[in-house]
């Protein structure tokens, strides 16, 4: 993908999405890139990501800001129907990147470590220690299938 006119050297989330070794999205277009999180604490797991540098809503321009409901609820519902997730977390806190992005976390019946709301990030970051091992073979068919369903089917 090339660089977005807002790209900055220095943001690692700008260099995930253009750098020389940039995370290939299961979806994208003018606004949007999308991609299973690596690690994730369950298959599944996305990120919604502005392709603007951008802190996030306060600062959308407005084009994002008309576009953003939409494309969330089409992202988060899609996720859900191609996962049977009872729900989609989605969270967003601009903590570790100043550039949005946001989570949309599959919430199963069963989940690793019962996890529930925010305890899902323990789950993203054991997944990251090593200490819980997400199936590789379930994430690629949850991402080949959710990949599939938003070409056929784009947000409006």
Request: aromatic fraction near 12%.
């Given at each position: 993908m090339s660089k977005h006119p807002s790209f900055e050297p220095?943001?690692?989330v700008c260099q995930s999405l253009a750098g020389?070794?940039?995370a290939a999205p299961l979806y994208a277009?003018?606004?949007?890139?999308?991609?299973h999180a690596e690690p994730a604490g369950v298959p599944g797991w996305m990120l919604m990501i502005t392709l603007r540098h951008v802190a996030g809503p306060a600062h959308?321009?407005?084009r994002e800001a008309d576009a953003f409901g939409r494309a969330l609820r089409h992202f988060a519902r899609v996720?859900?129907?191609i996962t049977g997730a009872l729900r989609i977390y989605t969270v967003a806190m601009?903590?570790?990147h100043p550039h949005f992005h946001a989570h949309l976390v599959p919430r199963y019946a069963t989940m690793p470590r019962d996890a529930r709301g925010f305890a899902v990030?323990?789950?993203q970051r054991a997944s990251g220690a090593g200490e819980l091992e997400i199936d590789a073979a379930e994430v690629a068919r949850i991402s080949a299938a959710y990949a599939r369903a938003l070409r056929a089917a784009p947000p409006r």
């Open positions: 220095s943001c690692g020389p070794d940039a277009d003018a606004l949007w890139h999308v991609r959308f321009d407005d996720l859900e129907e601009g903590e570790s990030f323990d789950l």
